[in-house]
């Protein structure tokens, strides 16, 4: 039986709870975002995008002076998931075949204008990134889906970033892409959903039957609503309807980009 390996894989793990740093100063509290914290990857054509190389572990190490848990960015695995929620919600409406090239340029070289177009187009293109702004040289990683006929499918690029004081980097490819079929980035996008949850599910019950670490204030009642709140973004991204208007879209390119990019009517 041949093994087929996913297209994209979001892989992630809590931190020990025991480990766990609360936030605030001299009023210590534990909250769900708090309680993500931990180290997550993106594994993409058997690429493992977001993971340092041996060298910058060992940078990063004598930056912080302890022993980095895993060679994949360490945050709050939440805002993964939130940056991974907001593209169902943003990039899941077909591409128009005319502006696949636009949609598929990581650093399109724009020519800024101060128009309603040109906002609406920028807005377009920037719901297709995974926002990453929050690491240090975090690398470009979008998405755009296209249909033609009866292929649906879902393009994920990346690029790097050289970081200028020479610490990070990450191994694999400087620059790539993966195509899939819509179905299976949304699977993914699922079992990331599912994991998370069933992670922190086991985790609030914990705390319920032992109670906050001594001098740590914790909501466990705003815990679980929150939990539950939570549990309902993935379904309503998916039904979110962006209903963009492209005619918009294209007038704001063609103010945006240089000339010669984007074809006239």
């Known amino acids: 039986m041949t093994h087929h390996e996913p297209a994209i894989r979001f892989r992630f793990g809590l931190a020990p709870l025991e480990t766990l740093t609360p936030w605030g100063g001299e009023r210590p509290v534990l909250h769900w975002f708090g309680l993500t914290d931990g180290w997550y990857c993106i594994d993409l054509g058997g690429h493992e995008v977001l993971r340092y190389s041996a060298r910058s572990v060992q940078e990063l190490r004598s930056d912080t002076g302890t022993e980095p848990r895993h060679p994949y960015v360490e ?54 990134y995974l926002y990453t702004d929050y690491l240090r040289v975090a690398p470009h990683i979008r998405c755009r889906r296209t249909v033609v006929g009866k ?44 994991a998370l949850f069933s992670a922190m599910d086991q985790r ?11 001098g740590v204030e914790l909501d466990m009642e705003q815990l679980r609503r929150e939990h539950r709140d939570r549990a309902t973004w993935l379904q309503r991204a998916r039904d979110r309807e962006p209903g963009t208007d492209w005619d918009v879209v294209r007038a704001g390119l063609r103010i945006l980009l240089v000339p010669g990019v984007l074809p006239e009517d």
């Not at 790097?160 to 790539?176: K, L, N």
């Not at 299976?184 to 699922?190: C, G, T």
């Not at 609030?204 to 001594?214: D, F, V, W």
Request: zero cysteines.
């Open 75 to 128: 945050y709050f695995v939440v805002r993964l998931w939130e940056d991974v929620i907001a593209l169902v919600s943003g990039a899941m409406e077909p591409v128009p075949p005319d502006l696949a090239d636009v949609a598929a340029d990581i650093s399109p070289d724009w020519e800024w204008q101060d128009a309603p177009e040109a906002e609406a187009a920028m807005y377009w293109h920037s719901a297709g």
């Open 151 to 194: 292929d649906d499918t879902v393009t994920v690029a990346w690029e790097h970033q050289a970081d200028p004081e020479g610490v990070i980097e990450f191994v694999g490819p400087q620059a790539g892409r993966v195509t899939m079929p819509t179905s299976e980035f949304l699977a993914a996008v699922s079992e990331l959903d599912r």
């Open 204 to 214: 609030i019950g914990r705390l319920e039957e032992s109670g906050p670490p001594p």
